[in-house]
Structure formats: C-alpha cells, structure tokens
C-alpha cells in the first residue's frame, strides 16, 4: 500500500483547476443502464471508484469507451443484471445501479453494500421507495433481489428517514420513477447539487422531472428515455479540500472552476474563520467561477454542523477540524449525518491537535501548531485531513493508506506540488527512512502512479 510523505510548512501558491465531481459521476455513469441509447459523460475525472463502476457496468452488460474525461457507455446485453459482491464490497456507491436496472429491464440482483468505516450505512429507504412505486423486493444469499415484471407505478413517496434525506436513495427512486408509469411524487428527496446534475442529465434523455433541487420532485413517467451528451459539475468537496489547503499553509492560492454556487454553507464559515474566498473570474456562471482564497494570519474559531445540503457538507467535516485545529480558541464540531465519522480525531491527535469528542459532537481547542508524524487514515475525507495537517506541521508526516485518497482526488499529490507543496508518493516495496527521501521529494510528483484499486469503500 502507497503513503505520503509530505514535508509540511510550506506556503503554497499558484493555480490549478478542480475535476469533475465523483459523487456526481458514479450515479451518471448509472444511468447508461436505462437506456439503449449512447450516454457520453465529459469530465469524469480519473479515479480508482470510477474503475470500480466501470467494472460494475461492464459486469451489467455495458460497453464503455475510455476511463476518464469523456466516457463513452451503451448497453450492449440487457440480460446481465447480477451486480456481484466482488464488485460492490470495493464501493458502496454501487447501489446506485439498482433502481436504473430495475426500472428498464424490470429484474435487478444488487449484493447488498454492508457498513463501512464510519459507522453503519443502511438503504431501507431505497428499497422502501422502490417497494412503493410497486417492486418485489427480496434478500437472497447477501443479494437484493428486486422485480417489476409489469414495470413501474407512481406514486408519492416520502424518502426521510432519522437523519434526513438521502443522496443515493433519492437517485435511485428518482431514476426509477421517469420509466414508470404515471407521475411520483418523491417528498424529502436529496436537494444536494449532484442530484440536481443527474435530474439534468435524465430530462436531456428525454425524461420529465420538475422541481429539480427542491426536496418535493415531480417526475412524469415516459416510455424511453434517449442518447445524450452531458458534462459532470466540478467536485465541490475537492474544491472544498484545496480551499482548506491554501488556508492551514497562510497561502495565496487560484482555483478555477470552483462551484461556489453550491458552496455557500462552506463559504459562510470559511468567513467565519478568516479564510477569503473572493471571485475573480465568472462571476455571471458561479457553478465554474475562479476564485482566490487568502486567509487572516490569525484564524478564528466558530461551530459547525453537518446537514443535508444546503446545509455545511459531512464529506468537509474532516477537512474543516484540521483547519479549526489551527484556529486561536476552541471550536465546536456536530456531526449530524454520520455520528462516528470521527476516525481522523485520533490521528490528528497524534499530531498534536487537541480535540475532545463526546458522541457526535467535537470541541476542537485550536492553536496548537501541528508536528509531523506517521498517521493511517480510515476512509477518503479523513485522510483528505491527514494530507492537510502534514502540509501544515512542523517536520515529516507520512501518510499511510493512501489508496483511500485515490478514490476520491485523481493524484492530489501532483495537484498540490503544483502548488509548491513537497509530497511524495511511496511505494510499499521502495520504503526509505523520511529524511532520505522528502528533500529530492519535489520533481517525483510526476512520476506518481495511478490509482490502485481501493480495497474498503465508504
Ligand atoms: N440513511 C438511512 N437509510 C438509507 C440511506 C441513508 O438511514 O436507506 C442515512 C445514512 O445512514 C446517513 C444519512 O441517511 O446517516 C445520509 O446518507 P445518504 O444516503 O445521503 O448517503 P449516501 O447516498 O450513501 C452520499 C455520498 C457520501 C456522502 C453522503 C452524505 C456518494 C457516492 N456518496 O452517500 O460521500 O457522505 O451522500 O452527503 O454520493 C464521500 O464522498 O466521502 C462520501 C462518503
């Protein structure tokens, strides 16, 4: 397994661009199962979850043409409807095929996702809203089994559950319901901006959803739905994460194509400690605007609680602690989506952050200066944080697992470097003491591998 090594305390400054959102792009990619048309994605960004789905699809019968930046799909075998344990365990993203399948070839075999680092990650509330618009659905040998031999029946769904809406869920039943017959009504649907790109991505195939990015959708039911050419929105939890960068190094940093549209929870706080994201250039399309993100030397401290969208993003909870770590008081961190995403709290800890977690909730007691350390990371966001502390400490940090991190940011090492910081990738088999290796660490970002397979998913 690849690590890390970053020599921190460098101020980073320059420009770079942020990729296509993943988050996005795995539930698109899905819905080349509903049609027998062509489904081109542009700006799929080079990741080891999207090998995953394309494995997954491949597995369902779809021929796919390139692996990242513009992706070719079309079904070529409408029988294949297993999508196998082997697959899914590596990404529990793979449940978003079961409502596209069900919907277009009425019969659906999905290994059920089991839970994950953070804690448990159940899909009740997928299976109870394709129940509702009239699915069979059993449990067979750790496989969902789903039929419609008739198809499809709207109706009006309500898709809460104890922590609010669902992001996948809703892409299930809302990709489900344009093939059924009649309207749904999907009340508490998931209003978070890659939900709001794959309505789009449906209506440009034909389909007939309104309200979109409300948590009340409409969706008239059609026959077919069509080929379409679409192109994915930037990541904002990427962009999130390199904003978080420039602020913990007190940098001066460019980022184009920032979706600070669908930011703003993000950007309130960011405020609220000091940190400046200013628009330069795109004011006019905000969801592909280029920002320069300066900060305070002095960072304050403040609260935060993870919600739904428009509410602040758990997938930035991780990134913001080590932020707050830097901050001169204490700070408050409620985690209200996925009460034990807090595997990062420990590892930080050995950095020298000083945090006290009582259930979901963390107070942070800023201004104590990182210093380097070996650390492991349980998951993408916590190692996203890990990466961010140790481009702050004092000293080497290394970074291990980092096969987390390619699930979700393509070579972040390079992306950062580029930007002046000095990380670099080590090969499990090249092992060498830290110091040997990060002072000629700064012209290898190149050389860096591609994605390894991820081996446990969030
Ligand atoms: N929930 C239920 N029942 C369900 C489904 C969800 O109770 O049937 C609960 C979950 O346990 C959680 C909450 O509802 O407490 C929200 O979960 P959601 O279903 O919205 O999560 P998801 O769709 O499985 C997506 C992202 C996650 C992100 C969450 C929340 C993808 C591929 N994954 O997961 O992204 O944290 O929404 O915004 O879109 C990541 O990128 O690092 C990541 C984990």
């Known amino acids: 397994m690849d690590s890390f090594r970053i020599q921190g305390g460098r101020r980073l400054a320059g420009r770079i661009q942020i990729e296509g959102s993943k988050n996005a792009t795995l539930p698109l990619m899905a819905a080349a199962l509903c049609t027998d048309g062509t489904l081109t994605l542009r700006n799929v960004p080079c990741l080891s979850d999207i090998s995953n789905m394309t494995k997954l699809l491949r597995q369902l019968g779809v021929e796919i043409d390139g692996e990242c930046g513009t992706v070719k ?26 409502g596209p399948m069900l919907a277009r070839r009425r019969r659906a075999r999905v290994s059920m996702p089991g839970g994950c680092s953070f804690g448990e990650r159940p899909i009740d509330l997928h299976l109870r809203g394709l129940e509702a618009l009239g699915a069979k659905i059993e449990l067979t040998e750790g496989d969902i089994i789903a039929t419609a031999p008739q198809g499809l029946k709207g109706t009006t769904i309500f898709l809460g559950g104890p922590f609010g809406s669902t992001v996948l869920g809703t892409a299930n039943v809302m990709t489900a319901a344009t093939l059924a017959k009649g309207t749904t009504i999907i009340e508490c649907a998931a209003c978070e901006p890659e939900i709001v790109d794959l309505a789009n991505l449906l209506n440009s195939m034909g389909a007939r959803i309104e309200n979109i990015g409300s948590p009340r959708l409409v969706i008239h039911g059609v026959e077919s739905l069509g080929s379409t050419t679409h192109t994915v929105i930037p990541d904002r939890i990427v962009a999130g994460t390199y904003a978080v960068a420039a602020a913990v190094t007190n940098g001066d940093v460019i980022l184009e194509e920032f979706p600070i549209d669908c930011m703003l929870s993000v950007i309130d706080r960011f405020n609220e400690i000091g940190v400046h994201v200013e628009v330069i250039e795109g004011h006019d399309n905000p969801m592909h605007a280029t920002v320069r993100v300066t900060s305070d030397r002095t960072l304050k401290p403040t609260t935060i609680t993870t919600q739904p969208h428009p509410g602040f993003p758990t997938d930035l909870q991780a990134q913001f602690m080590t932020l707050l770590c830097l901050a001169e008081g204490n700070s408050i961190i409620t985690e209200k989506i996925y009460p034990e995403r807090f595997g990062h709290v420990a590892e930080l800890s050995r950095m020298g952050a000083k945090i006290y977690r009582q259930g979901p909730t963390c107070v942070v007691s800023g201004g104590h200066p990182f210093k380097g350390a070996p650390v492991m990371a349980s998951d993408l966001r916590a190692s996203a944080s890990l990466v961010l502390a140790g481009l702050a400490a004092e000293g080497v940090t290394e970074v291990s697992r980092i096969y ?14 580029v930007l002046g910081a000095r990380i670099e990738r080590v090969r499990e088999e090249s092992k060498v003491p830290a110091a040997e290796t990060v002072s ?19």
């Open 404 to 417: 987390h991190l390619d699930r979700g940011y393509t070579r972040m090492e390079e992306q950062l470097n």
């Open 73 to 98: 799909m079309r079904v070529a075998d409408p029988n294949a409807i297993h999508a196998k344990y082997e697959i899914v365990k590596t990404m529990r993203a793979s449940i978003c095929v079961l």
């Open 440 to 458: 000629s660490s700064a012209s290898s970002a190149s050389s860096a591998s591609t994605p390894e397979t991820a081996k446990l998913e969030p």
